[in-house]
């Protein structure tokens, strides 16, 4: 068992003790994933880099509850699809390794 899978059941058993199933299609979970990623963007319009600094250090528990909210969606989401997170993970960064190799990227820093 791995903390994904924890994180899983204990998103899910929340929905379902609550009968939300019967509202989550995959259009509407990506909906909602996409408004919950903005609010957690809100957090940074219209600030400057210093601002946001100064931002982060008072405002970190809202930022915190924001992207709970967004990896809320992504558990369920990923659930609900059948899609394995972890693997799915890994593998993508396998292809961004081949994609983007640290040969050609360090080069630009």
């Known amino acids: ?7 899983i059941r204990l998103v899910i058993k929340f929905r379902d003790d609550r009968d ?12 909602s994933l996409q408004l919950e990623s903005s609010e957690f ?19 970190k528990s809202e930022l915190a509850d924001e992207l709970s909210d967004v990896m809320i969606w992504v558990l369920t989401i990923s ?3 059948k899609i394995d997170l972890k693997k799915s ?12 190799p640290i040969s050609k990227i360090k080069r630009f820093s």
Do not use: G, T
């Not at 068992?1 to 994180?7: G, P, W």
């Not at 939300?20 to 909906?31: C, G």
């Open 1 to 7: 068992m791995n903390d994904i899978d924890e994180l």
């Open 41 to 59: 963007l809100e957090h940074f319009q219209w600030k400057n880099r210093e601002e946001i600094n100064e931002y982060l250090k008072s405002h």
């Open 79 to 81: 659930h609900d699809l």
């Open 20 to 31: 939300w199933k019967k509202f989550h299609n995959p259009k509407d979970m990506a909906i």
């Open 89 to 100: 993970v890994i593998n993508k960064v396998k292809v961004n390794s081949k994609k983007y």
